[in-house]
């Protein structure tokens, strides 16, 4: 028997990269407007810092301008609001990103709730999730991270009307709008949870699985169809002493048995991971030319 193909999010990601520098070149030369990305980051998290740089550099590579601003971690709640403010308000700005968590002293709901919908990159907006979920509505934006697992699906030729999907794990990040999307594609959705009963059985059943639950290698190949495809979201750090770090990065899902049973699956790292980045990039490519009713 065969092993799985590997579904290489790198190197889709990095072919998406290069079609959004090319279409912001076009419309840079066509009407002189270049996509801007503000993001606020609130504290001296270091996995934070790592983010916000990681997606400056991203959007350095694909000519996006990036905005910058740093609040130290006692600021009050009015200040994150005043920066928010202030982006909502500047035309170079079309997408705002407040970096999560923020400290604990502040409102988080309400915070994200002051982005304008128009520059929601994240797509987590109530009226742009209200949107995602009701047939005949658009949404602005759609969350990053399960918009690039449906584009991995989508560049890998993988046909998702009227296939069973199981998606396992529920967040309003990453669980929910990722059903949402599936539903939206003619996929015939289940959502497994912390409370789900027998999850082995119905995960069994998925013709494509969508795991983001954060629990290493909980779905085991026996979880598993034969010939189904699998999107690992989790990102999920395990003890590895021969490592200088002393751990090392796995999925959701156990990737030696999940290659000798599915059809498809993805790496953790060089899956979603680098999808998601993508599709911030994009997400803000698109607010642009919204913004400009650049075609
Ligand atoms: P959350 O902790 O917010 O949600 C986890 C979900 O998994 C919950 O709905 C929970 O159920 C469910 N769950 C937990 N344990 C089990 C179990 N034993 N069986 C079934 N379901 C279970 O996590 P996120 O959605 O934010 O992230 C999930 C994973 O994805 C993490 O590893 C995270 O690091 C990774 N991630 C990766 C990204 C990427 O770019 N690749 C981006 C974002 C996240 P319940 O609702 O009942 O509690």
Request: charge should be neutral; aromatic fraction near 4%; glycine fraction near 8%.
């Amino acid at each position: 028997e065969s092993l799985a193909k590997v579904i290489d999010g790198k190197a889709v990601a990095k072919q998406i990269r290069e079609e959004i520098a090319a279409e912001i070149l076009r419309m840079k030369d066509a009407i002189g407007v270049v996509p801007g990305l503000a993001v606020i980051l609130v504290g001296d998290r270091k996995d934070s810092a790592t983010y916000v740089r990681n997606k400056k550099k991203a959007c350095d590579s694909v000519g996006i301008n990036s905005y910058e601003v740093h609040l130290p971690e006692e600021s009050t709640e009015q200040e994150v609001l005043d920066s928010i403010s202030r982006f909502n308000d500047d035309p170079s700005v079309h997408g705002i990103l407040v970096q999560l968590p923020l400290p604990l002293h502040m409102n988080e709901v309400k915070i994200l709730n002051s982005v304008a919908i128009e520059k929601d990159v994240d797509g987590f907006h109530p009226l742009n999730i209200g949107r995602l979920a009701m047939r005949g509505r658009e949404p602005l934006f759609v969350p990053c991270t399960p918009k690039g697992c449906i584009e991995l699906l989508h560049r890998y030729g993988i046909e998702i009307r009227g296939k069973k999907a199981v998606v396992i794990g529920r967040s309003n990040i990453v669980g929910m709008p990722a059903a949402l999307l599936l539903q939206r594609e003619d996929a015939t959705v289940t959502i497994v949870h912390s409370r789900t009963m027998n999850p082995e059985d119905i995960t069994r059943q998925a013709d494509i699985i969508i795991s983001a639950t954060g629990k290493a290698n909980m779905v085991r190949g026996s979880w598993i169809k034969h010939g189904a495809v699998v999107i690992d979201v989790g990102i999920n750090p395990v003890e590895d002493a021969k490592l200088p770090r002393g751990y090392r990065l796995v999925g959701d899902v156990c990737y030696e048995e999940a290659m000798e049973v599915a059809s498809a699956v993805t790496p953790v790292p060089g899956g979603v991971g680098p999808m998601t980045i993508a599709m911030l990039l994009s997400n803000t490519l698109t607010s642009a030319k919204r913004a400009h009713g650049f075609r």
